[in-house]
């Protein structure tokens, strides 16, 4: 059995596609043992794929951008979160996004991820950071839901399905940055090209096994639902509204490829935002390598 050791987010719904492949023993068939190490820091995901102690992982995009801008290997193959899943939800008393000013918003951190989508979304509504509101470095997902609920943070940005039991226990709903930004590759499936390259046998196994977990999960409904409970913990109710979210929107993609003009758009807001310069203008395609998956789905194709 070849090892692989992969990197991700907390107990998230963005982990789907590797606990499905788990579920159905899909990387056993193909020769792979796998191991998922789940972190709650989004950086430490990406620092451990750095370093080689993992060697793929479902992280933050803006990452790998940074990593290339300061000249690194990392590199796109794959999609993950293609589409905004998420709400800026509010506190109770807090009704729309105007009453934020001098507030406090909980972000996964504060240089890449959800701080550029606060951001942006909030200039929209006449707030600017600093100088209107603050900007704390809470942790992913999980994280943030605990926060507000506990008062430290006075919104964040929940990702289905915590957006739809927040706004159930009355918090509000102020952005839905989907609406603004229809393509925005949030996390993506990423790798060491030089690993990539060493190891090409063995990527193109998993990437058979990445396309083939993402078909089922547009395909079994019933499963995904059942495989969302256990491993979230979330209850049926808001597995099924989560799994209709991410089909009928295709926040995941069904053949496993990033969207590239999401990740341009990552692109050209983050560079807005962080006023990183050198960035602006930069291509998308730059970041992505696609050919492992082409060749799996040839692979499947001939199969």
Do not use: C
């Amino acid at each position: 059995m070849a090892k692989i050791k992969f990197a991700a987010v907390s107990r998230n719904y963005f982990n789907m596609p590797i606990w499905v492949a788990q579920h159905y023993k899909l990387f056993k068939n193909e020769g792979i043992q796998l191991d998922l190490e789940l972190y709650e820091p989004i950086d430490e995901v990406t620092e451990r794929l750095k370093d080689g102690r993992v060697q793929l992982a479902f992280g933050v995009t803006e990452h790998v951008i940074l990593d290339r801008e300061s000249g690194g290997n990392l590199v796109i193959i794959g999609g993950n979160v293609n589409k905004l899943p998420f709400s800026l939800i509010g506190q109770k008393e807090i009704k729309k996004p105007e009453d934020l000013r001098n507030k406090v918003i909980g972000v996964s951190s504060l240089k890449a991820g959800s701080s550029s989508l606060i951001m942006k979304s909030l200039e929209r509504f006449g707030l600017h950071y600093p100088n209107d509101y603050k900007i704390k470095e809470v942790g992913p997902i999980l994280a943030r839901w605990e926060k507000l609920q506990n008062g430290e943070i006075d919104a964040g940005l929940q990702g289905a399905p915590l957006n739809y039991i927040a706004m159930d226990e009355g918090y509000t709903a102020l952005i839905e940055p989907r609406n603004h930004f229809p393509d925005f590759q949030f996390t993506s499936l990423n790798v060491d090209e030089i690993w990539a390259r060493e190891n090409s046998k063995i990527l193109h196994a998993f990437m058979r096994v990445f396309v083939r977990a993402h078909r089922l999960f547009f395909e079994n409904k019933g499963r995904m639902v059942n495989i969302a409970i256990k491993e979230t913990g979330i209850s049926e109710k808001y597995a099924r509204k989560a799994w209709r979210e991410y089909t009928e929107q295709q926040i995941f993609p069904i053949e496993g490829y990033a969207n590239t003009a999401g990740v341009q758009t990552l692109i050209d807001v983050s560079a807005l935002i962080r006023e990183i310069k050198h960035r602006k203008g930069t291509s998308a395609k730059s970041y992505i390598n696609h050919e492992y998956l082409d060749t799996a789905l040839t692979d499947l194709r001939n199969k």
